[in-house]
């Protein structure tokens, strides 16, 4: 339990508003998380099943009480229930943005959605092409086919390598369908179907696999295609890029087709001018989360924080608009915008929130909902109260863009140089750190101490989500901060000019990681399960990172957890997970709260995976 | 002296007050340690469900104690000064006269280990960890004075808004 307000997080921004809103008696997510002290044991183990109506029920972990809930089930059956239900939901939330995405696009290549355009051409060729199909409708057809599939296969996790996919075939977990994996997890988790942890637990993964080489590939790459492959770029982050005499727009949440339009909107010459006549000099949109990472990688557009600074960002009574879509959106962000001058503004026919105003967005019509949207926060600044207003003066610059094809460009248009630097141990391997905030762990304290101690020992990191909001307001995304990596990585990220820490988007783009480690394992020849590389999400706390661990770790990465996931109710179950999966999927999971240990954990697999490669 | 009350009326059935006692008797005192130790922790506090109401039941540590007069080995003792009962692990032979007389049923054991188990009112903390864990406010920890007069306040809160809405109507 966090008790001094200086203990809640290490980035000097937040902690300047955190002092400022316990003055203020302004409540926050750390607030409500001492509140919820202690929290139930029964949640923490995954020993409570509320999926029938005999129950609630519980076992007890101590052995004394009920072993069985009514219907027999054991700590090992509600545990695996449990987790699978998790990894449904986060699978559902990635794919059904990726749906939208894909939506979006066939509206576009029907001409029914004007304000969106195709912006990189050549990827979107290059899907065609992968897809068999000569027209844009056509492969608009083909990738929303994919979430009704029933039959498979997937298109995208045939990126995978060879290896992979027949090992997928062989355990049978190569996804059928998008939709078809989810749907058939709320069926085996239903009272009385599956009933075997390892049955279960193999179920999760194909679904999560669905999502990972599904959905979220689906929403990175026609995301790329709508509104360009980010290529590197700079920008800053942190509650200084809002500015005092700037109209103040923050969008927040998920999907970048809402934001683009936002972004669009609010360089519009007519807009700008009616923020003058308000008396401001001009409009100053920002990002939050991971619409932030979207429009931050592909307009430099500031990033205003990461997922614990949302409250933060309202609570400096610059906000005049907290524009918000889908997921990761603090309901509590309502009351909080009724306690300054701050429009809370909801756009996705999917998510009301209390206290917000709801103005929806239909492609059909995006650009003028986003005008609307910026003309409302222009008019809202008169009613900003100077005497609330208070930005901490700090903000990080940082260089941000590194999707596949960006990293393929850097090293010259090849991936050879990079194979070079692993095989030399210069880059000793490679570390993807993702994943959220969450409360249990100090605000980016997990983050950016597992991110130095990987790059200190010359593992190069790729970024995705909060923890590369993390990394930017660390200045660890900056060509510099190789100053801080071991010699090997330093000397190649200075050779490159490119950071030792490389942001490569939002949490679907995690999908960019699996592409470029497929893309590493089949120039070596190997399976991903091959090679020196690790991954960890040190403050995780989503069900779609949940989601996200089981297809990496079922994509073959090894992957340590900073907040422990609620499995320990069953022993089984987490041995299976920690430790029998390497011997199925090639690839385990780890739990270590410490950043340090974790660090050292993730190292200590690349070293034995390299010395298994002979390197 | 202060004592756990508890409010009846309030109890939801969580057992976090069973499973915080459980942890905090374990070895390690951490929830996911706890449950991989051998001998098992053992809670000291019961929820049972009584006439359709859920009923927390922990040691009332009375006044002469049954349990400390009928244990034959000196095991069970009572503190002259604050009045706790508690049981010396390495006296106690589990012959179960404590539990036999016990009108409350709040004497356990290890399941692994023949020796009784009792709340100890958790010596080691300031507010006992069943109280700590209770989310509604049902385990009271407070003197008796304290109790009683909470407990009138409510009851006078009560008999003021009846008044006020008779008066009203």
């Not at chain 1, 599956?194 to 179920?203: A, E, G, P, S």
């Not at chain 1, 360009?228 to 800053?236: A, Q």
């Not at chain 2, 280990?113 to 903390?125: E, G, N, Y």
Request: charged share 20%; hydrophobic share 40%; proline share 5%.
């Amino acid at each position: 339990m966090v008790k001094d307000v200086q203990d809640r997080s290490i980035d000097p921004a937040s902690l300047e508003m955190l002092a400022l809103a316990g003055k203020a008696g302004i409540e926050t997510a750390w607030d409500r998380f001492e509140r919820q002290q202690p929290q139930c044991g029964f949640g923490e183990l995954g020993l409570c099943c509320r999926n029938c109506n005999m129950g609630p029920c519980r076992i007890d972990p101590f052995g004394e009480g009920p072993s069985k809930g009514v219907c027999g089930a054991t700590a090992d059956i509600i545990v695996a229930r449990n987790l699978l239900r998790s990894i449904a939901a986060g699978a559902a939330a990635h794919s059904d943005h990726g749906r939208g995405v894909a939506h979006t696009f066939r509206l576009m290549s029907e001409g029914r959605a004007p304000s969106y355009q195709v912006k990189d051409k050549a990827k979107l060729e290059r899907l065609m092409k992968e897809y068999n199909v000569e027209s844009q409708i056509a492969l608009a057809e083909a990738i929303m086919a994919e979430f009704g599939k029933q039959e498979g296969p997937i298109q995208f996790t045939r990126r995978a390598p060879a290896k992979r996919i027949e090992l997928w075939r062989k355990l049978g977990i190569d996804p059928r369908g998008i939709d078809r994996e989810i749907v058939e997890i709320m069926h085996r988790t239903h009272m009385g179907v599956d009933n075997d942890y390892v049955h279960l637990i193999l179920q999760g993964l194909r679904a999560s696999l669905a999502d990972g080489w599904g959905g979220s590939m689906i929403a990175t790459e026609l995301q790329d295609v709508m509104f360009g492959t980010p290529s590197p770029t700079f920008s800053e982050a942190n509650l200084g890029v809002l500015e005092p005499n700037k109209i103040n727009i923050i969008i927040h949440g998920h999907e970048p087709l809402l934001s683009e339009m936002i972004v669009a909107a609010a360089s519009d010459p007519e807009m700008v001018e009616l923020a003058k006549k308000q008396g401001a000099v001009g409009i100053n949109v920002s990002g939050m989360c991971c619409t932030g990472n979207e429009v931050l990688m592909r307009h430099g557009v500031p990033v205003a924080g990461n997922f614990l600074q949302q409250e933060l960002a309202v609570a400096t009574g610059a906000v005049e608009a907290m524009v918000v879509d889908i997921q990761c959106i603090m309901p509590a962000l309502g009351t909080l915008a009724g306690c300054f001058h701050t429009k809370f503004i909801s756009t996705s026919p999917k998510a009301k929130f209390p206290g917000a105003k709801h103005m929806e967005f239909h492609e059909e019509t995006a650009l003028e909902t986003a005008k609307e949207i910026v003309k409302t926060a222009i008019l809202n600044y008169q009613n900003r109260n100077p005497s609330k207003l208070h930005i901490p003066d700090i903000k990080t610059k940082c260089m941000v863009g590194f999707s596949v094809e960006a990293i393929v460009g850097a090293l010259g248009g090849t991936l050879d140089p990079l194979l070079g630097a692993i095989k030399s141990g210069a880059i000793r391997g490679i570390g993807a750190v993702v994943g959220c905030n969450n409360p249990k762990v100090q605000h980016d304290f997990g983050h950016l101490n597992l991110v130095k101690e990987l790059i200190k020992n010359n593992v190069l990191v790729v970024t995705t989500g909060c923890n590369a909001l993390a990394c930017a307001k660390a200045g660890l995304l900056l060509p510099e901060a190789a100053d801080l990596a071991g010699d090997g990585l330093k000397g190649v990220c200075k050779a490159l000019g490119v950071p030792p820490v490389l942001h490569m988007g939002s949490c679907v783009d995690i999908s960019r990681i699996l592409v470029a480690a497929a893309a590493i394992a089949n120039a070596l020849g190997v399976d991903i399960s091959d090679l020196p590389a690790a991954g960890a999400a040190p403050e995780w706390m989503s069900e779609k990172a949940v989601s996200i661990g089981a297809y990496v770790v079922g994509s073959g990465v090894f992957t340590v957890l900073g907040t422990v996931p609620p499995v320990l109710g069953s022993q089984a179950v987490a041995e299976l997970l920690t430790a029998g999966a390497k011997g199925v999927v090639g690839a385990s999971f780890a739990v270590e709260p410490d950043p340090f240990k974790a660090a050292s954990l993730m190292i200590e697999h690349i070293d034995s995976q390299r010395r298994k490669l002979g390197l | 002296m202060k004592e756990v009350f508890v409010r009846l009326d309030r109890c939801m059935g969580c057992k976090s007050c069973e499973m915080a006692c459980a942890v905090e008797h374990s070895v390690s005192k951490s929830l996911f340690n706890a449950v991989c130790e051998r001998p098992s922790p053992v809670r000291r506090v019961y929820v049972e469900m009584a006439e359709g109401q859920k009923v927390p039941l922990v040691c009332r540590h009375c006044e002469d104690a049954p349990c400390v007069a009928v244990c034959r080995t000196g095991a069970m003792s009572q503190d002259p000064i604050t009045g706790i009962v508690d049981r010396d692990e390495e006296r106690c032979v589990g012959c179960w006269m404590c539990a036999m007389i016990c009108p409350y049923g709040v004497i356990g054991r290890h399941k692994e280990v023949r020796i009784a188990v009792k709340c100890d009112r958790c010596r080691d903390l300031d507010v006992p960890a069943c109280v700590r864990a209770c989310p509604t406010g049902t385990l009271i920890y407070a003197t008796q004075g304290e109790f009683v007069e909470m407990m009138r306040r409510e009851a006078a809160a009560k008999i003021a808004r009846g008044a006020k809405s008779l008066a009203k109507a």
